[in-house]
């Protein structure tokens, strides 16, 4: 009995003796380093790969909301030179009050233009403001001719170098059936 106890005791002796527990140290770090490469390692290539997709992904959405913007100014900048220049062609059509008599002789010469006869033409006294600084002066005219060529008068206002704008208009009957009397009041604006 002695000879096993000495046996057990020899055997618990080698156990803590340096090399063993050297041995259970590299066996300890190996098992570790070999979970590592084959559980975490992976993981961390993946997580690279997702970091890098999601920098990837971020920098496609920072060009999307950077090409939103530039559209987005784009199309103000765009609305802006529209209204500007509406601006500078509604004011360029704005005659001075003194100067009446430009108004009279596009009005004169459009009708020429449209092949109708203008009977009298009559400018009124300035009647209603429109903003702070113009005002409506109506003209009213009294023509005769064709429908066709009336219309085509019509069609010529918008074309003229001052506003004419049509308040409204009378057709009349002549004896004849190819030519018509028209009263037209127009209104232009002035300063």
């Known amino acids: 009995m002695n000879i096993d106890l000495d046996r ?26 070999m979970s590592n490469l084959v559980l975490i390692k992976p993981q961390v290539k993946r997580f690279k790969l997702l970091e890098a997709k999601k920098n990837e992904m971020d920098s496609v959405l920072d060009d999307i909301q950077l090409r939103d913007i530039d559209k987005t100014i784009s199309s103000l900048e765009e609305q802006i030179n529209y209204y500007t220049n509406e601006q500078k062609i509604f004011k360029n059509k704005i005659i001075d009050r003194q100067n009446i008599s430009q108004v009279l002789g596009e009005l004169t010469r459009l009708v020429s233009k449209s092949g109708l006869n ?11 403001k429109i903003g702070r600084n113009y005002q409506k002066l109506p003209i009213t005219i009294r023509l005769s001719g064709s429908y066709k060529d009336f219309i085509r008068f019509l069609n010529t206002l918008s074309t003229a170098k001052y506003w004419l704008l049509i308040d409204n208009y009378d057709i009349s009957n002549t004896k004849t059936l190819e030519e018509n009397n028209y009263t037209v009041n127009i209104y232009t604006i002035v300063k």
């Open 8 to 33: 057990s005791s020899g055997l618990l002796r080698n156990i803590f003796k340096p090399t063993w527990f050297i041995l259970a140290i590299f066996i300890y770090s190996a098992t570790i380093t």
């Open 118 to 128: 203008l009977n009298y033409i009559d400018p009124l006294p300035p009647s209603s």
